[in-house]
């Protein structure tokens, strides 16, 4: 899939701040974030729909997400912890509630 | 979440065979979307239902909102299927999607 575009594809922090890009192609209203850790099922973090934030998850106040505009979405991260290695999903859907469509993720490890 | 059991949690298949996976939700859901997460990391969407069956290659599956279940069959089973399956539903307007804990399939020569 190469009509949603993450950025970096790889992530190695230590206690550093570094922010994750998302551009979809694809002409949808709604954009997410998603945190996928090993094999569990992908975890919402945040919504955005025509550039609202819609629903905003219980996450570490240290995730803080920006919408620029209705095709790109970015995930601000400080500080971060052992416990946010995962891979970090951009997705995004033409409306709410329509069909999900994933970026390719960035692999954050945590030092 | 403890709105979508999903199973198996893991399954075998020998090339050319097939079986089905099951999502059961505990609620009436408004549509259901079946995806994978192949070798590479990557999540695809196989198929989203609002209701009835779809199919695409060897992959079929089915919603039925009343009886509240969602199944994915694989048929003839190659070895580029193996991954991991995840089912996700959403009720009537949602803005989220509850999603399965994922079936693991390997598909072996």
């Known amino acids: 899939n190469t009509k949603i575009t993450q950025s970096p594809r790889y992530l190695i922090l230590g206690r550093a701040n570094k922010s994750l890009e998302c551009e979809q192609h694809?002409?949808?209203?709604?954009m997410y974030w998603y945190k996928q850790s090993a094999e569990k099922p992908p975890e919402l973090m945040f919504l955005y729909n025509l550039k609202q934030l819609i629903r905003n998850e219980t996450v570490p106040s240290r995730f803080i997400p920006e919408c620029p505009d209705s095709s790109k979405l970015l995930l601000h991260i400080s500080a971060v912890d052992p416990e946010d290695s995962a891979v970090y999903f951009c997705?995004?859907?033409?409306?709410?509630?329509?069909?999900?469509?994933f970026g390719h993720g960035t692999k954050l490890s945590v030092l | 979440g403890d709105q979508v059991e999903q199973s198996p949690s893991a399954l075998s298949l020998h090339e050319g065979t097939g079986s089905a996976l099951r999502c059961n939700f505990t609620?009436?859901?408004?549509?259901v979307q079946w995806f994978r997460k192949n070798s590479r990391g990557s999540l695809i969407n196989l198929f989203y239902?609002?209701?009835g069956t779809k199919e695409n290659g060897r992959l079929k599956s089915a919603f039925d909102s009343k009886e509240r279940y969602s199944t994915l069959h694989i048929r003839d089973a190659q070895l580029e299927d193996s991954g991991t399956y995840f089912c996700?539903?959403?009720?009537?307007?949602?803005?989220?999607?509850?999603f399965g804990s994922g079936t693991k399939l390997t598909v072996e020569p």
């Open positions: 694809l002409g949808h209203n709604a």
């Open positions: 997705a995004s859907s033409s409306r709410q509630s329509e069909r999900l469509f």
């Open positions: 996700a539903a959403g009720m009537s307007n949602y803005n989220v999607l509850y």
């Open positions: 239902l609002a209701s």
């Open positions: 609620t009436t859901m408004r549509a």
